[in-house]
């Protein structure tokens, strides 16, 4: 075919998402860390109630019911708030509108595979810094990159660890560029580095409802920073970048913090009882912060288990890459779809 396209378009990979099988295929699905439980009842009323007059008008072009009701829970003014269709849109409107060849994008690895691929996109230059293998952030490396744009995924994907809110403030606070704060697991997590995005003008903290909220299907993210940050970024958004639905089911599932508080108290008691489980089955497990346990299997067959729970109905998360290619990234399911999967790796392990 002729070359239609920019030749670091034409270079690119796609981004792989992980499988997902069409509606009413029976599966245990653990490989996309969507939480088990359903949205909270308040949103599925909203959804319920929604009629063709809301269809038929144009959407608030930035969400303002969300951000109010974001305001209220979060304790940070509305106009620190940006809405997006998921936050990996928010993610590509801070590259769409910081980067261009010649400025970099630093981020350390491993961590989520969108950010080379939305980096790509934009024709800017990636800088990917290891982290140790008991995952310091390698704080020194990743300011000598001097990047306009620097990504810390906290907790990250696929390690589930956290870095220390101290430790991105040293990082924020000798960074040129903006740092992103990438927190879509922080409803599993101890701790939030919202706080920092008061003290540093170069700071963003990205939410989503995807994982914390069990609306992985509505596609609504949120940023918080200061006003004159989300400016720049708000002029290069879509007009109508969410839809009405979105913003009235998710204005509902954040104002529910008890039911998605509730949720996550029963993720994160699934969470240790697999990772002990896994652990007496002889997988090396790490601490994971999050809705998933980034795990080790004792005979370094990954792969190997990873189609063998596939062909039985379960799908987990194989990373094909350097340092990621003998583990598995596994969802925390229901208590149920745990031991079915714990049962299915004792069989599959004793083969
Ligand atoms: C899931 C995920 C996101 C994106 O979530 P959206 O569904 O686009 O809101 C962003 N960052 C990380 C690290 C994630 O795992």
């Given amino acids: ?71 209220k829970v979060l304790g940070v003014p509305s106009d620190w708030i940006i809405v997006g269709n998921g936050s990996d849109e928010l993610l590509n409107l801070v590259i769409r509108a910081c980067t261009e060849p010649g400025r970099k994008v630093v981020y350390p690895m491993p961590t989520y595979v969108l950010y080379v691929t939305l980096s790509q996109m934009q024709a800017a230059e990636v800088v990917e810094i290891p982290y140790s293998e008991d995952y310091k952030l390698p704080l020194e490396e990743l300011v000598a990159a001097n990047g306009a744009v620097t990504f810390i995924a906290s907790p990250n994907s696929p390690s589930g660890h956290v870095v220390s ?56 993210g949120f940023g918080i920073a200061n006003p004159q940050l989300l400016h720049g970024l708000f002029k290069v958004k879509d007009s109508y970048n969410i839809d009405a639905i979105a913003c009235a089911v998710g204005t509902a599932a954040i104002t529910d913090q008890a039911y998605k508080n509730a949720c996550a108290a029963k993720v994160k008691a699934s969470r240790t009882q697999l990772a002990t489980d896994l652990q007496k089955l002889g997988f090396q497990v790490w601490d994971s912060q999050t809705n998933f346990l980034l795990v080790q299997p004792p005979q370094d067959n990954a792969e190997y288990l990873y189609q063998k729970l596939k062909a039985q109905n379960i799908l987990v998360r194989y990373f094909p890459q350097p340092r990621l290619d003998n583990k598995l990234r596994i969802t925390v399911g229901t208590d149920e779809q745990n031991q079915i999967l714990v049962e299915t790796l004792t069989h599959l392990l004793r083969k």
């Fill in 1 to 71: 075919m002729s070359n239609y396209f920019r030749s670091n378009v034409d270079a690119m990979a796609s981004y792989v998402p992980g499988e997902q099988p069409p509606r009413g295929t029976q599966i245990i699905k653990l490989n996309s860390n969507e939480n088990p439980y359903p949205p909270s009842p308040m949103a599925l009323a909203v959804l319920r109630n929604i009629d063709g007059e809301w269809l038929r008008r144009y959407p608030e072009p930035f969400g303002g019911q969300f951000r109010q009701a974001a305001s």
């Fill in 165 to 220: 809110i101290n430790e991105l403030r040293k990082l924020a606070s000798q960074l040129s560029g903006i740092l992103v704060i990438d927190e879509a697991y922080v409803d599993f997590a101890a701790e939030n580095a919202l706080d920092l995005v008061k003290e540093f003008e170069n700071v963003i903290v990205m939410r989503t409802l995807s994982k914390g909220y069990s609306l992985a299907g509505l596609r609504l």
